[in-house]
């Protein structure tokens, strides 16, 4: 028998290892290593370990946050994934509202998390809609041109 934390080991290395699109498909990985779980563990786990979804050459696969890996996205990065994934953005005062297709917002709030974006003070992610507050300089209409540039939009 194999503990959770054995199990969330070896899904970190599968992830680094393999490019996973479906929990359906790590489930069938971890049954080659005699590992039987249902998708609803597997999703638990994904979940602890701080997996997203990322778009990879046109794909979207899990991917795991590294450990030593420095905290700041790289500008280019940053942009692919907003032009990746926001649709819309809009501001009020200093929050501004970023709209994605349904189940991604939190893809770009943790790319904006892990970022160096000027004013930005955090995120709040929703299905398809996340807020970033702005502090009060520059405030919520520079942050907002920020993101329309970043999303060419």
Same mark, same amino acid.
């Given at each position: 028998m194999? %503990?959770? @934390?054995?199990?969330?080991?070896?899904i &970190?290395?599968?992830?680094?290892?393999?490019?996973?699109?479906?929990? !359906?498909?790590?489930? @069938?990985?971890?049954?080659?290593h005699?590992?039987?779980?249902?998708?609803? %563990?597997?999703? &638990?786990?994904?979940?602890?370990?701080?997996? @997203?979804?990322?778009? %990879?050459?046109? &794909?979207?696969?899990?991917?795991?946050p590294?450990?030593?890996?420095?905290?700041?996205?790289?500008?280019?990065?940053l942009?692919?994934?907003?032009?990746?994934?926001?649709?819309?953005?809009?501001?009020?005062?200093?929050i501004?509202?970023?709209? %994605?297709?349904?189940?991604?917002?939190?893809?770009? @709030?943790?790319?904006?998390d892990?970022?160096?974006?000027?004013?930005?003070?955090?995120?709040?992610?929703? $299905? $398809?809609?996340?807020?970033?507050?702005a !502090?009060?300089?520059?405030?919520?209409n520079?942050? !907002?041109?920020?993101? &329309?540039?970043?999303? $060419?939009?």
């Open positions: 194999t %503990t959770k @934390a054995q199990r969330q080991h070896l &970190r290395e599968m992830l680094a290892s393999h490019e996973i699109g479906s929990q !359906a498909q790590l489930v @069938a990985l971890l049954g080659e005699a590992i039987e779980v249902t998708q609803a %563990t597997v999703s &638990r786990d994904l979940d602890e370990l701080g997996v @997203a979804k990322m778009r %990879t050459a046109g &794909r979207t696969v899990y991917a795991v590294e450990v030593g890996v420095p905290e700041t996205m790289p500008t280019n990065t942009r692919r994934v907003f032009g990746d994934w926001v649709l819309e953005v809009q501001s009020s005062q200093n501004v509202v970023l709209r %994605t297709p349904p189940g991604s917002a939190h893809v770009v @709030a943790a790319a904006i892990r970022s160096s974006l000027d004013g930005v003070i955090g995120t709040v992610a929703g $299905d $398809d809609t996340l807020l970033v507050v !502090a009060a300089e520059p405030g919520g520079a942050v !907002a041109g920020l993101c &329309r540039e970043l999303a $060419d939009l």
